[in-house]
């Protein structure tokens, strides 16, 4: 979502200078998470994501399944 503002690009790029993380600063956003509403009214979106696993949205995704450093990153980058 970052070239969903015009500042974000800039912001993020700035921030994760300081963190280094590999970012996918994606053109288009697919419309199938919570962001979805926020993206079709052309309110600026970021989606913070570490990536998929193979019971991501089933009933074994459970916390064990937790990309935690993943997730300091991202809020180190936030």
């Known amino acids: ?3 969903t503002g015009d500042r974000l690009p800039d912001w993020i790029a700035r921030a ?3 963190v280094g993380l590999p970012l996918d600063l994606r053109e288009t956003m ?3 998470s919570d962001h ?3 993206y079709e009214r052309k309110v600026p979106v970021l989606v ?3 990536g998929l696993h193979t019971d991501y949205h089933r009933p074994s995704d459970d916390t064990e399944r ?3 450093e993943g997730i ?3 809020a180190r980058l936030s």
Do not use: C, M, S
Request: glycine letters at 14%; zero cysteines.
């Open 66 to 68: 937790l990309d935690v």
């Open 48 to 50: 913070p994501f570490t």
């Open 36 to 38: 979805a509403g926020w």
């Open 72 to 74: 300091a990153q991202v």
């Open 30 to 32: 697919q419309g199938n």
């Open 1 to 3: 979502g970052a070239n």
């Open 16 to 18: 994760n200078a300081k």
